[in-house]
């Protein structure tokens, strides 16, 4: 084989690796542009989203949609939303990863159903409706967040693999360039040095090689004359001219190429990094809103302890004014039953006294017929004359006895009529009493029954403060598992960070070397 021959089959190599280095670049370069940065965008973007709907959904959790803070239930729907879009883009872009998104989707519709009852719920509920669904919507969070933060980082991993696959690709181009055109050109000189028999056409070729080393491609073809060495170095040197001529523009083609998607590169992992840093805000600020929900969480549990105590407190006077009602209750009516015992007495005194009083009437009644009959019998007496004295003394005595016992009688029935006007007056007085006992009576029981509904009320205080304040202490242990898992995001968003930034040191790297390959090759005139 010739120098001819091996001179061609090396510009034929060249030519090819030149084709495939080139079309590899402009590869890579395409797929890092329409496929790999908008993955990582979207990734960055969906996790975001995310991010976004816990911090709508805490905020209105923590106002209860109150004093006009009322619009996280929709502006969490609208994240929503963008993240099921954002999902979609990444299946029509990347379709072998469907079973992959389609796993984030299962995962993300949970979490946000169970976000936004839970929010419902400590709308209407409050506190304690809304922190007995907040292990659910931590496990289902939990979830989401580990495989999210898996996806990110994969699609992170391979937007840096791609771009140090692309710049080894550069690199390769312009070694193996520099190579293969410094074999042609030695085995040009050689050619030269080789070939004395066609020295007339030597200058004409030295010539247009040093144009072609001078990086001027346009020159004019050689004329072929012969077949001789010199004949066949000036068809090289033509073939040479227009392969470099082909290999110079393809290299320009590719490095335009390859700093259009460097700079494409650059401003998408600027606006990623961007997302990220918005990320870590939003994650401080809800970050923030859990500090201020462990403090209001703190001063309900303080609030809860103080009612418990007073509770207490509340059922310790009631028990004791309980213990005295009910000695008191039992004195009341036992005076009330003594009272209507003495009253019904009195009843019987008074009716009694009336009998008495009708004896007395008969009494009188008696001492008037015998008034009638000691004067009969003074009369009879009297006309009896002498024989009849002795029997007027009599008369007159018992006539005198008669009007005795009258008038004790009257005194009697005088005194009686006292003694029943008295009675009567004290029957009043103790049916009064009696009243009076029954009422006090009645009333000692009413306040027993509110004491024992107090005590009741008082009790069911207590298991209410008791399970209040259970919730608060699992609340507060939920929102440290919060806080944890919010730094544990910050923390891997600050990684994530890292590796853009890197990535973009890369990205810009790559234009480095793209524009280095551009300038090497800007002193060929094509």
């Known amino acids: 084989m010739g120098l001819g021959a091996i001179f061609f089959v090396l510009l034929v190599a060249q030519t090819l690796l030149t084709a495939w280095t080139t079309q590899r670049s402009l590869t890579l370069s395409q797929g890092l542009a329409d496929k790999t940065l908008v993955k990582l965008n979207l990734a960055h973007g969906a996790k975001l989203s995310v991010v976004q709907v816990q911090q709508y959904l805490s905020d209105v959790s923590a106002t209860r949609a109150r004093d006009g803070l009322d619009d996280g239930l929709a502006l969490a729907r609208e ?47 409050g506190p304690a409706a809304g922190n007995a669904m907040m292990p659910d919507f931590d496990q289902a969070a939990a979830t989401l967040g580990e495989n999210l933060d898996r996806f990110v980082a994969d699609a992170v991993a391979t937007t840096g693999a791609h771009t140090a696959e692309l710049t080894e690709g550069a690199h390769m181009a312009r070694n193996w360039g520099l190579v293969m055109s410094a074999v042609l050109l030695l085995g040009l000189i050689v050619m030269i040095l080789l070939n004395f028999r066609g020295i007339r056409q030597l200058p004409a070729v030295t010539e247009a090689l040093g144009q072609i080393a001078g990086g001027n491609l346009t020159g004019a073809a050689l ?12 068809q090289a040197t033509n073939s040479m001219r227009d392969q470099l001529n082909g290999l110079v523009g393809g290299i320009l083609h590719a490095a335009d190429a390859l700093v259009a998607s460097a700079t494409q590169l650059s401003a998408g992992l600027g606006q990623v990094s961007h997302q990220l840093h918005s990320q870590n805000q939003e994650t401080e600020q809800v970050a923030s809103a859990m500090e201020e929900l462990q403090v209001s969480v703190a001063e309900v549990a303080s609030h809860t302890s103080s009612a418990a105590e007073a509770a207490s407190q509340a059922d310790a006077s009631v028990s004791s004014g309980r213990d005295i009602l ?10 009330a039953k003594e009272m209507t015992d003495t009253s019904s007495m009195m009843e019987e005194v008074e009716k009694e006294s009336g009998e008495i009083g009708g004896i007395l009437l008969v009494i009188q009644g008696v001492a008037e017929q015998t008034n009638l009959l000691a004067l009969n019998a003074a009369i009879e007496a009297a006309r009896a ?22 008038s004790a009688s009257q005194d009697i029935q005088k005194m009686i009529e006292n003694l029943q ?18 009422r006090s009576a009645d009333g000692a029981a009413s306040a ?9 009320a008082v009790a069911r205080l207590n298991d209410m403060t008791t399970q209040i304040a259970s919730t608060t202490e699992e609340q507060s242990s939920v929102s440290e598992d919060m806080s944890r898992r919010l730094q544990q995001i910050s923390h891997a968003s600050t990684e994530a960070v890292g ?12 234009r480095g070397e793209a524009d280095r390959l551009k300038e090497m090759v800007a002193r060929f005139v094509v």
Not at 100 to 113: G, S, T
Not at 385 to 405: I, M, P, T, Y
Not at 499 to 510: H, T
Request: proline share 3%; no cysteine.
């Open 79 to 125: 994240q929503a939303d963008r993240f099921r879009q954002q999902i979609n883009e990444l299946k029509a872009i990347d379709p072998d990863g469907v079973s992959q998104y389609e796993a984030l989707e299962k995962d993300f519709e949970p979490y946000y159903r169970i976000g936004a009852e839970m929010a419902q719920a400590y709308i209407s509920g």
């Open 223 to 234: 004329p072929v004359k012969g077949k001789d060495e010199v004949s066949a170095l000036a």
């Open 326 to 335: 009910e000695p008191l209750l039992a004195d009341i009516e036992r005076l």
């Open 385 to 406: 004359g002498d024989a009849g004295r002795g029997f007027s003394v009599v008369a007159d005595e018992v006539r005198g006895l008669a009007a005795k016992v009258q």
């Open 421 to 438: 006007s008295r009675i009567k007056t004290a029957a009043s007085a103790m049916e009064n009493g009696r009243v009076t006992g029954t």
């Open 448 to 456: 027993q029954q509110q004491f024992d509904a107090i005590r009741e």
């Open 499 to 510: 590796g853009v930034r890197e990535s973009s040191e890369a990205g810009s790297s790559l």
